[in-house]
């Protein structure tokens, strides 16, 4: 979780080596993008508003209408009857602390199927099938990057940047917690982009 987040908000400073310590500066995405999807099934229950953007906020900058959608259905007070909050105001994912780092919180540990949550990817409660292995999805720290931006970054070779400095971040606090190496993979560069529906979060 915090590899991911320094990866998503550092400010990658190197003046004093420790790069990795410089996580959640920014709060919202720097190259602002809309993030308006008309193609997802889940805008049937979140569709994007009118005048409002969904870039990139918080710790793991929650993006697109529906991630917004979702997040509000289970956060806000008035989630269940159909105003969504987060919906029609995201800033406010990035105006409150409290908000922001809830969102990053769930992120982590909602699965999205296909997709599992990323912490049953780390602690082992995530258990691929043969479709799954067939796809090198692994329990690893590789697929917990295929779970947060899978589309972008994996599937590119082993030397794709983002996904080198994500597994520099993820190592540097293993051994900040003098935790044993990883021994899975640390980069998703031979995985699909997004993970097979037969998978085993995909079957859930």
């Given at each position: 979780?915090?590899?991911?987040?320094?990866?998503?908000?550092?400010?990658?400073?190197?003046?004093?080596?420790?790069?990795?310590?410089?996580g959640l500066y920014y709060t919202e995405?720097?190259?602002?993008?809309?993030?308006?999807s008309t193609a997802n099934g889940n805008?049937?229950?979140?569709?994007?508003?009118?005048?409002?953007?969904?870039?990139?906020?918080?710790?793991?900058?929650?993006?697109?209408?529906?991630?917004?959608?979702?997040?509000?259905?289970?956060?806000?007070?008035?989630?269940?009857?159909?105003?969504?909050?987060?919906?029609?105001?995201?800033?406010?994912?990035?105006?409150?602390?409290?908000?922001?780092?809830?969102?990053?919180?769930?992120?982590?540990?909602?699965?999205?199927?296909?997709?599992?949550?990323?912490?049953?990817?780390?602690?082992?409660?995530?258990?691929?099938?043969?479709?799954?292995?067939?796809?090198?999805?692994?329990?690893?720290?590789?697929?917990?990057?295929?779970?947060?931006?899978?589309?972008?970054?994996?599937?590119?070779?082993?030397?794709?940047?983002?996904?080198?400095?994500?597994?520099?971040?993820?190592?540097?606090?293993?051994?900040?917690?003098?935790?044993?190496?990883?021994?899975?993979?640390?980069?998703?560069?031979?995985?699909?982009?997004?993970?097979?529906?037969?998978?085993?979060?995909?079957?859930?």
């Amino acid at each position: 979780m915090f590899a991911h987040w320094g990866q998503e908000t550092g400010k990658r400073s190197t003046s004093n080596g420790e790069f990795w310590t410089q996580g959640l500066y920014y709060t919202e995405e720097i190259a602002k993008s809309d993030y308006k999807s008309t193609a997802n099934g889940n805008d049937v229950n979140y569709p994007p508003q009118d005048g409002v953007q969904y870039f990139g906020r918080g710790p793991f900058q929650l993006s697109w209408n529906y991630n917004y959608g979702f997040f509000s259905k289970v956060y806000s007070s008035d989630g269940y009857d159909g105003r969504m909050e987060l919906l029609k105001d995201p800033a406010a994912v990035s105006r409150s602390g409290y908000t922001a780092m809830a969102s990053g919180i769930w992120f982590y540990m909602t699965p999205q199927k296909p997709k599992p949550s990323m912490h049953d990817v780390m602690t082992g409660y995530f258990e691929p099938n043969a479709t799954d292995l067939s796809n090198n999805i692994d329990a690893s720290f590789a697929t917990t990057i295929n779970i947060i931006n899978g589309g972008i970054e994996c599937g590119n070779g082993r030397d794709y940047p983002k996904v080198k400095s994500r597994g520099e971040y993820f190592q540097e606090w293993l051994n900040f917690f003098d935790l044993p190496a990883e021994n899975g993979e640390l980069d998703c560069g031979t995985q699909p982009k997004g993970l097979p529906a037969g998978g085993t979060a995909g079957k859930a």
